[in-house]
């Protein structure tokens, strides 16, 4: 008889295991966008990437700074708290796998109805000859209990793999804020020395419309002069000290923003004042296409939530099997404390099995799988927008570095001959073979070509940054 039952359960459970594996397979998802061979004509394998940011940027006052900001950065150290959210929840994910075990000690009392079949047979039950059972009953456990859920489809295991990808992701999304991070300060240090220089320009172009105003008061007690003319070169003089104000306010701006960056209040940022003009980008080598997989930490982290998407796609798709859980207790109970360690009457064990499959009304898990493969191709998308977005950038930024070198050449070569101009039509003025308005626009063009080419300077120096930062530079 007791085989004929066993036969039933199992057959029972077959059918459940079979019913319950219907479930709807598994999409393929693949990239489809294949990076370049090359970002130009050059399949030279050498990128600065490789290169770690002290020995990229050479300036001593620039390592200083960086290195404050990788310590004190709130950003980064928000990311670094998020590094350990996830490290916890790979924990999480662990236990899961493992039986909970735990003890647990109760008391407690209950008074039943005597005409119940509980208390009809409490009253006719004898503890031992002339004892019946007390009232109110009294209970008392002291055991041990357990739980397991056996991961037979690996839906557990498949759910801590995409746990610990997730928790690599923000490894690499540390990565990349501290590429982020380098960079901004970076750009703000050489936007700050661009200023300095700017400020210097044009404190001597005051000097030198101061000189040419005064030269023209002198004119005009002479009579070789109008008030118009004076007005002119005083309004210049206006201008250009107004000017200087407006670069002292984005100098204080900019040191405040690397302050931020530092995760400090505002003081002065210490720098060369002196050689802007003279500073010279790195060489910019940027390897070859595929190599931006494994030193951009944004890829990187796309790819591992890629990863963990299809894995919670498993996961998922594990609902419609059937799960198996084991649940064991062992300990004590009894009615008196007295009687608590009477052994084997106090004595209670359990185990039970129970083998639990979706039947019907499966919607919940059909659509929780559903959102799983939404959820994979939004990662899969993600991944292919990181990758082209990645090589875009790179190849934008050799485009900028050499045309900007051609750039700063020519403007180097106008403000050459706008210095020149300036003598010459100082000399002309003087001699009154030109008039003051031709003066005045020389001047005015020689100041907005230094200013153009101090900003070129500053541009060429950014896309060096810019190309060091893209092709996955800056954290290692």
């Known amino acids: 008889m007791k085989f004929k039952n066993y036969k039933y359960i199992l057959l029972l459970a077959t059918g459940l295991a079979v019913i319950s594996c219907k479930a709807p397979a598994i999409e393929p998802t693949k990239a489809s966008l294949a990076l370049p061979e090359t970002f130009a004509s050059s399949k030279d394998t050498n990128t600065i990437a490789s290169t770690p940011w002290k020995n990229f940027y050479k300036d001593r006052n620039l390592a200083d700074l960086i290195d404050v900001a990788l310590k004190n950065n709130q950003e980064l150290l928000i990311t670094l708290q998020e590094i350990e959210i996830a490290r916890n929840d790979i924990r999480v ?7 909970m075990v735990g003890v647990k000690a109760g008391a407690g009392v209950e008074k039943v109805g005597r005409y119940t079949s509980q208390g009809a047979g409490d009253a006719s039950t004898e503890i031992m000859p002339g004892k019946e059972f007390p009232e109110p009953l009294q209970d008392y456990t002291l055991a041990a209990y357990a739980h397991w859920e056996v991961d037979i ?11 610990i990808s997730r928790y690599l992701a923000t490894v690499e999304g540390k990565n990349f804020v501290i590429t982020n991070l380098v960079a901004e300060v970076a750009d703000s240090y050489y936007e700050l020395l661009s200023l300095d220089s700017q400020l210097e320009i044009v404190r001597q172009n005051i000097n030198l419309q101061t000189n040419a105003l005064e030269i023209v008061k002198v004119q005009k007690e002479a009579a070789r002069a109008t008030e118009l003319a004076v007005q002119k070169f005083q309004a210049e003089v206006y201008s250009s000290k107004s000017k ?3 670069i002292l306010q984005r100098i204080k701006e900019t040191e405040n923003t690397i302050n931020f960056l530092l995760g400090r209040y505002p003081q002065e940022i210490p720098r060369d004042k002196t050689s802007f003009l003279s500073l010279m980008p790195n060489a910019a080598t940027s390897g070859i296409p595929s190599q931006l997989l494994a030193n951009r930490p944004d890829i990187k982290q796309a790819e591992l939530e890629l990863a963990a998407a299809k894995l919670d796609v498993k996961a998922a798709r594990a609902e419609f099997y059937p799960s198996l859980d084991i649940s064991a207790s062992y300990g004590l109970q009894a009615f008196k404390p007295s009687y608590l360690f009477k052994l084997p009457e106090s004595l209670l064990y359990s185990l039970v099995g129970d083998l639990a499959a979706p039947l019907i009304n499966r919607n919940a898990i059909k659509a929780e799988y559903k959102n799983a493969n939404a959820r994979q191709l939004q990662a899969l998308y993600n991944y292919e927008r990181t990758v082209l977005n990645a090589y875009l950038e790179v190849a934008t930024q050799l485009s900028k570095i050499s045309n900007l070198e051609n750039s700063y050449d020519l403007k180097s070569k106008q403000v050459d001959a706008l210095n020149k101009s300036i003598d010459v039509s100082n000399d002309l003025f003087k001699s ?9 626009m020389t001047q005015r063009d020689a100041l907005e070509s230094k200013l153009e080419l101090i900003e070129t300077k500053k541009e060429q120096l950014n896309a060096t940054v810019h190309i060091y930062r893209n092709l996955g530079g800056g954290w290692k």
Do not use: I, M, Q
Request: charged share 40%; glycine share 4%; no cysteine.
């Open 432 to 440: 009154a073979r030109v008039d003051y308005f031709e003066v005045l």
């Open 153 to 163: 489809w690996k839906k557990l295991r498949n759910s801590k793999k995409a746990t």
């Open 93 to 99: 994910k662990k236990g899961a796998l493992l039986p």
């Open 244 to 246: 200087e104000f407006e």
